[in-house]
């Protein structure tokens, strides 16, 4: 070891050393922080906000008191039972390929809790009293709306990334156009295009709700997003694959399914997690057409000028559950790429044999 | 000087299974096959060489369509190849191809690999096609690996595996496209060994390579190729000690310098 790299490793282990204790110091004062101001000092039911006033710390009553609004928003108050079913609904399909994680199961298990959770909110499946989408609200419209978003926009993005990479100059091309003119706008306007002027131009548009627009531009944008992950991932998978599954006479859907995508998938997961972590946050710009996900439901708690003060307490509160929520989703998407993952280079403990002493490539190709 | 007799068993020769009549292909403007004629027989054994370049390659790509060709006639078994993209399927079932760099499926364990194709292109049970490949890994010798990713197996194991996996489609034609080019000089003769026991079984094959002891032990027929041509076709002997093309002594030259140093 050279004498510059002694003198850096020394200074680096003394300021590494300094950096742990002020470190540790700050986090101590953050927690004590947190804890008196959240926990010790709180208010956590009350009717009544003077009673927040007159205590040093947080106010977690604007949101207890208010509960109905914050969880269910604009969602008629005698019928929020059907909401909370569909919530639990959606939560349960969310953790059954938490449990198992098999796209397979995914896919079926999430699409028949959207449509339980959608006759649910709707009512009229059931029989029961007709609810508008427009009227729907709360956290379990952001879970139904980040399921659905994230269970449509992902085979859509793949067969725009499939489109895009085909052979036929026709599909590139539409691919190409759809992909690139809604990543060239924002989100934004794309919420208003779809539920204000595509309605106006197509007719069989017109009575349809603008919940459902809405979902179809914040699925689109993703979808454009998505397709560009898996595009990335499509191009890592050598050509000799293709040339190996094509002499053994693969057709080119069994090809892509065993062949192509298994490898493209594991090259692009990680991105592909973070689309759908994304998904969940897009839920909340529904609120510019003034629907009331969780986010906008959650604020409808300080409409009451008599609460308006403890803002905080309820962004924290938001926050706190759009956490969780990508959270989840965050490490349902790493289980799922993990059970694709298969062994890297001298990485041993995943081979289900015995390994005998090998001499080990240099390189495949 | 090479030892020029052929030790391969005698074997049947049938009727024609290849037949190319006045192939071309281009790329672009730029022509790689320059009217290529070549019929090949069943359970003939043919080594095609020739400088880097030359066109052997897309000349056995051309048989199994991995590359189209644009004028003359490609005839395998009977069904010529220009049909549409269901023929080319079927077709390429019945014709085995073992590349220079492995292009094993590196996602797949070796069994995974030698059975994904008869169950999902053939259709066979997974538990005949397991069966089928087990006896396939003993013959290129590697039973004791059918668990591991290709990742974990020297470059020599992997193309045995590769030839497995062809083997492992009941092929009637078997193309190697410079199957010992990517292998470190240990290694070559594992694999050339088991490409002999293929031959001895009484397999069709076509082999591009410039291992010459190969081609003097196993092949009926030597093919030179240079710049798009088939320059001279013959039997190992008189290929090796009677070449008649200026091109193919200069070129034999060349090898043949290089593999006795
Ligand atoms: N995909 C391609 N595009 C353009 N030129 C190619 C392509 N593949 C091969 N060639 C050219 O065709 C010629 C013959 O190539 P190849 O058949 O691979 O030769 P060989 O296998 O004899 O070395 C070479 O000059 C090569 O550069
Ligand atoms: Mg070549």
Redesign the pocket.
């Known amino acids: 070891m050279s004498a510059i790299q002694k003198v850096y490793r020394s200074r680096g282990r003394k300021s590494s050393v300094l950096r742990r204790w002020v470190g540790l110091v700050v986090l101590a004062v953050i927690i004590a922080f947190v804890t008196r101001w959240g926990l010790l000092n709180a208010v956590f039911v009350s009717p009544n906000p003077d009673d927040c006033r007159a205590a040093q710390g947080a106010c977690w009553a604007v949101v207890t008191s208010q509960w109905k609004l914050v969880l269910f928003g604009t969602y008629p108050f005698g019928e929020i039972w059907r909401p909370s079913i569909a919530a639990v609904v959606l939560l349960g399909a969310f953790f059954i390929p938490l449990a198992r994680p098999r796209l397979l199961i995914l896919a079926s298990s999430w699409t028949v809790a959207l449509v339980i959770a959608t006759g649910l909110f709707d009512g009229r499946p059931f029989g029961l009293q007709y609810v508008e989408p427009h009227e729907w609200g709360g956290l379990p419209l952001t879970l139904l709306l980040s399921e659905a978003a994230i269970l449509l926009a992902f085979p859509l993005g793949l067969a725009l990334a499939l489109a895009r990479c085909s052979g036929t100059v026709i599909l590139r091309s539409l691919a190409l156009v759809l992909v690139e003119s809604i990543r060239g706008v924002p989100l934004v306007s794309l919420l208003f295009f779809a539920t204000l002027v595509l309605p106006l131009f197509l007719s069989g548009l017109s009575g349809l709700d603008k919940l459902y627009g809405a979902a179809a531009a914040i699925i689109l944008f993703n979808a454009a997003y998505i397709s560009e992950v898996f595009r990335g991932g499509l191009t890592t998978v050598p050509i000799g694959q293709l040339d190996a599954a094509k002499s053994l006479g693969f057709r080119w859907t069994s090809m892509q399914r065993f062949i192509v995508l298994p490898q493209a998938f594991r090259a692009c997961a990680p991105s592909l997690v973070n689309q759908a972590v994304g998904i969940v946050k897009d839920t909340s710009l529904l609120a510019v057409l003034g629907l009331f996900d969780f986010m906008n439901s959650a604020k409808l708690a300080l409409v009451d000028a008599r609460w308006r003060g403890n803002f905080v307490e309820v962004y924290v509160v938001v926050g706190l559950a759009y956490f969780l929520m990508c959270f989840a989703v965050s490490v349902l998407g790493q289980r799922l790429s993990s059970s694709l993952e298969r062994p890297s280079k001298g990485d041993e403990a995943v081979t289900r044999a015995p390994l005998p002493s090998i001499v080990v490539a240099e390189s495949q190709s | 000087m090479l030892e020029i007799a052929p030790s391969v068993t005698n074997h049947q020769i049938g009727d024609v299974i290849i037949e190319m009549r006045k192939v071309e292909k281009s790329?672009?403007s730029?022509k790689?096959l320059r009217g290529i004629n070549l019929s090949v027989s069943r359970g003939e054994r043919i080594v095609i060489c020739?400088?880097?370049?030359?066109?052997?390659?897309?000349?056995i790509?051309c048989l199994n369509q991995l590359e189209e060709h644009q004028a003359g006639e490609i005839i395998i078994d009977g069904t010529p190849m220009s049909a549409g993209a269901r023929g080319i399927d079927s077709i390429r079932r019945e014709v085995g191809m073992v590349f220079q760099s492995f292009n094993l499926f590196p996602h797949l364990t070796v069994l995974e690999n030698c059975t994904l194709a008869p169950i999902r292109v053939r259709g066979i049970s997974k538990a005949e096609a397991e069966a089928t490949a087990r006896t396939i890994l003993k013959r290129v010798h590697i039973p004791e690996q059918a668990q591991k990713y290709p990742i974990q197996l020297s470059g020599g194991q992997q193309q045995r595996v590769a030839i497995a996996r062809s083997l492992c489609m009941s092929p009637k034609i078997m193309l190697f496209?410079?199957p010992t080019s990517a292998l470190d000089p240990e290694m070559v003769n594992e694999v050339l060994d088991v490409m002999v026991e293929l031959a001895e079984s009484g397999m069709t094959m076509l082999v591009?390579t410039h291992e010459m002891g190969f081609a003097s032990k196993v092949a009926d027929r030597v093919i030179f190729?240079d710049a798009?041509e088939i320059v001279e076709v013959a039997p190992p002997t008189e290929f090796f000690n009677a070449p008649q093309s200026q091109r193919t002594k200069k070129f034999l030259g060349q090898v043949l310098r290089t593999q006795a140093g």
Do not use: A, F, I, Q
Request: aromatic share 10%.
């Open positions: 790329y672009g730029y790689v020739g400088p880097s370049g030359s066109g052997k390659s897309t000349l790509r496209d410079e591009v190729m798009g």
